[in-house]
């Protein structure tokens, strides 16, 4: 996939709103080996490019006759809105290993009847050249049973990943459900006593 962008002739807030408006998105290119490069992305394209790559997947962006490999290391969303306000994208080589996030997914959680399932981690990180990064890593839970965890270590990665997380730290786990105790009875909560009608009367009568 390659991706066109046009070089930022203007930065600052107005010039990001106006450039959002015309649908374009405002990105930044750098890496190891590169200089710093303000582009504009079409928004349209960006979406399509990340609908085919994946959010870890490798892409070409061409910035006036200069390719660049990369990646997205980050981008940043508007808070009320689905829309992508800044991306940046770091260049890299080929074969050069770069430090990514990987998600971690769970699976088979259905197939537990008892207990609740517990995801402590959601992403991974790890050096690896970008062109055999994972998409993401799963954790299958189905043989799991109340009291049982996993960590990190218990992920199987590729003899080409660095892992860089702690390798003890607990991915997921299964705890016995929370069984709530009924309230005891307090003076407040005990039923009045029925009132007997006309036994005032009676006695006035008396």
Do not use: C, W
């Amino acid at each position: 996939m390659k991706l066109t962008a046009t070089k930022r002739t203007e930065t600052g807030t107005s010039a990001s709103r106006r450039a959002r408006e015309e649908g374009k998105i405002p990105a930044a290119i750098y890496g190891r080996e590169v200089d710093t490069v303000s582009v504009l992305l079409d928004r349209k394209d960006f979406e399509m490019t990340l609908r085919e790559v994946g959010s870890n997947g490798v892409f070409d962006v061409e910035v006036d006759g200069d390719t660049y490999h990369v990646f997205v290391k980050e981008k940043t969303n508007a808070a009320l809105k689905p829309e992508i306000y800044h991306v940046d994208l770091l260049a890299f080589t080929k074969g050069q290993k770069v430090n990514m996030t990987i998600p971690v997914y769970i699976t088979g959680e259905e197939a537990i009847s008892e207990g609740i399932v517990s995801q402590s981690i959601s992403e991974l990180e790890v050096s690896v050249a970008p062109a055999e990064a994972p998409s993401e890593f799963t954790v299958d839970v189905s043989e799991m049973e109340i009291g049982d965890t996993k960590h990190v270590s218990d992920i199987e990665i590729d003899d080409s990943i660095e892992l860089l997380s702690d390798t003890d730290s607990t991915v997921v786990s299964v705890s016995a459900p929370q069984i709530e105790e009924e309230p005891e009875p307090t003076a407040d909560d005990e039923m009045p006593e029925p009132e007997v009608i006309g036994e005032d009367e009676d006695d006035s009568e008396e």
